[in-house]
């Protein structure tokens, strides 16, 4: 019974980026390899929430194999970070307020 769900596990293919699971996997293992640690945790940033590419692309970037995709991606994020700003500032402007009401009862 297994077998039938490690090769579905094996042939499903990402949501948006159309890569294979192995390929991904693949990239972990060899990031694994380069680095000489067993805790690398590789991500499909195209598959990540918003915070966390607007995060990303503030980093050190290690390889581009398409300079257009990836000023696409930037650009996309960008973008999608600009609109989304004022609604998270709000959001944390709220959290603060309920927890200083919280812990002054």
């Known amino acids: 019974m297994a077998t039938p769900l490690v090769k579905a596990t094996w042939t499903w293919r990402c949501c948006l980026s159309g890569t294979p699971l192995w390929e991904e996997l693949d990239v972990g293992v060899a990031a694994e390899e380069a680095l000489g640690m067993e805790r690398v945790d590789v991500i499909n940033l195209n598959r990540a929430h918003l915070l966390l590419r607007h ?25 999608r970070y600009i609109d989304y700003e004022p609604d998270l500032e709000a959001l944390y402007q709220d959290y603060d307020q309920a927890l200083e009401e919280a812990y002054r009862k």
């Not at 995060?55 to 581009?64: K, N, Q, T, V, W």
């Open 55 to 79: 995060r990303a692309i503030g980093g050190l970037l290690i390889y581009e194999r398409d300079p257009v995709r990836v000023s696409d991606f930037i650009e996309e994020t960008i973008l």
